[in-house]
């Protein structure tokens, strides 16, 4: 008699207990019982860790609709509600009272800090944001007109190459100084990949600045001339960087998971995160949806682009809005539209067509049966690119923005899964449905034409 049947023969609350902690399958005759994990918010999940092993059959779920391919503690999404929380406090309070760093040291320890923690964190990130000098070299080996965001993914795993003594993942320390490496870094690599499209030279990093303060300095000072910082664009930059600092295991912190567990070192999981949001379906969105809005132009355009993106016949679809978890308006959105109002009245361009053109394609989507019945509501990209073009920032810059901010969402996870005893190298299975064993066929006996398939596109 097993363990759970001896407890479930003494103690009937135990059967009724454990019952509803199972979850039964019945697969072609043979019983499983799987064990129910507890979330703390958010749905139970179903054990299938042995679930090959104890059944002979793989489980499907391509796009991982229905996957939690880890524990984590560090961000919830409520997707139904529109809720995003960073270990448990709300995105718009994080946004609203907090700021860009301290919400850093939430993410990557777990709690806020007290003033001696901000203060010790602070120098920490603010004394390590200068690059090894021999990175400038590197940048010069790119073409002037490179994607920064080919630039970012190249010049982040080259860090690795440049500091040896933050490789080893086994080494608590070491992981903690690439993690305050990373932090303090990329900000300074993103202004020079920005500064090198421009042709314009490299501006060296300033302590005596906050952080996105030092950012908007490195990005838009020239040796020239002299540089205020304006503080309502810096307050609105550090705003950005809040909204975009984690949201679970979304595509590119999958892939800094998976290639972290390969056991790659942090410098390359995180390159690995940046290649992965480069894409138009995750961090390349933001572009994608000023150019959207550039190219509708006018509001009495916009039923012409409503149609093209509800007809199935045409690959349009209106960027900024929709989103694999959010089946409700996203927490972040709404921030970031207030955020584009004070940076365009700050910079004087409050009567912004393109705004206007976003509001009115907002409301007239918020009403379409189509987008109702879908859930498709405005996501973070839908005003973002519209403030971060205010803010001065060219559109190949945005994704960039994104993987700056994300960057310590990238490490808290990275972290999170380095430091379980129980990590494992991530290795999924596949429904194999290719062409059976064969024998090898040589070439005298496989015919003289061309194959069917050669004239493919
Ligand atoms: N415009 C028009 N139709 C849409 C859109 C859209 N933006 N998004 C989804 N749909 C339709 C889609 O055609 C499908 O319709 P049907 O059921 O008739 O076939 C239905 O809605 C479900 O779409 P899906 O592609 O199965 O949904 P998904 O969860 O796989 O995709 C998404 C999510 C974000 C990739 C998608 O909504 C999209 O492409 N949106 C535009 C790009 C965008 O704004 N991305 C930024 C995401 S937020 C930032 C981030 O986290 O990186």
Redesign the pocket.
């Known amino acids: 008699m097993s363990k759970s049947d001896k407890s479930a023969k003494t103690n009937p609350e135990a059967v009724s207990k454990e019952a509803a902690d199972k979850a039964h399958l019945d697969i072609r005759g043979k019983k499983l019982d799987l064990d129910i994990l507890k979330a703390t918010m958010g749905p139970d999940v179903i054990d299938v860790q042995n679930f090959y092993k104890r059944s002979g059959y793989f489980t499907f779920d391509p ?1 991982y ?1 229905s996957t939690a391919s880890c524990e984590s503690k560090i961000t919830f999404i409520d997707g139904d509600e529109g809720t995003l929380l960073y270990r448990g406090y709300p995105i718009d309070q994080l946004a609203e009272y907090g700021d860009y760093l301290e919400t850093c040291y939430l993410l990557l320890y777990g709690e806020l800090p007290t003033q001696a923690e901000r203060r010790q964190f602070d120098d920490a990130i603010t004394y390590h944001t200068m690059v090894q000098e021999q990175m400038s070299i590197f940048f010069r080996g790119f073409r002037r007109d490179a994607h920064p965001m080919a630039i970012m993914v190249a010049v982040v795993g080259a860090l690795s190459a440049f500091y040896h003594d933050s490789l080893d993942i086994n080494d608590p320390e070491q992981r903690e100084i690439a993690t305050r490496r990373m932090i303090a870094k990329v900000p300074t690599l993103a202004a020079m990949a920005y500064k090198y499209s421009l042709g314009q030279p490299f501006v060296y990093p300033r302590n005596d600045l906050d952080y996105a303060s030092n950012f908007l300095h490195m990005c838009f000072s020239v040796p020239a001339e002299d540089y205020k910082v304006n503080p309502v664009l810096a307050r609105a930059m550090d705003r950005i960087f809040i909204l975009h600092a984690d ?1 679970e295991q ?3 912190t999958s892939t800094v998971r998976l290639a972290g567990s390969s056991g790659a070192n942090p410098f390359a999981c995180v390159a690995a995160g940046i290649a992965c ?1 480069w894409g ?7 572009e ?2 000023l150019n959207m809005l550039e190219e509708i132009g006018t509001p009495e355009r916009i039923p012409e682009f409503i149609a093209r ?2 007809d ?1 016949n045409d690959p ?11 089946k409700n308006y ?1 927490p972040r959105a709404k921030i970031m539209q207030r955020t584009a109002h004070e940076v365009l009245s700050e910079v004087g361009h409050k009567d912004d067509p393109l705004l206007q053109v976003a509001h009115e394609l907002e409301q007239i989507a918020l009403k379409d049966d ?2 109702l019945e ?3 509501y405005p ?4 005003y973002s690119g519209i403030t971060l073009r205010a803010l001065g920032f060219p559109t190949s810059m945005f994704t960039v923005l ?1 993987a700056l901010a994300r960057t310590v969402g990238w490490i808290a996870h990275w972290r999170e899964m380095i430091a379980d005893p129980t990590r494992r190298i991530g290795r999924p299975r596949q429904l194999y449905t290719g062409p059976v064993r064969r024998s090898y066929v040589p070439m005298s006996k496989r015919g003289t034409g061309l194959g069917a398939d050669y004239h493919r596109d």
């Open positions: 796009g609709t949201h979304n595509a590119s949001l138009p379906a995750h961090g390349g969105a933001n994608a949806a993106a509800k199935r349009f679809r209106l960027m900024g809005f929709g989103h694999r978890v959010y996203d189509y987008f879908r859930k498709l996501n973070i990209d839908f994104f």
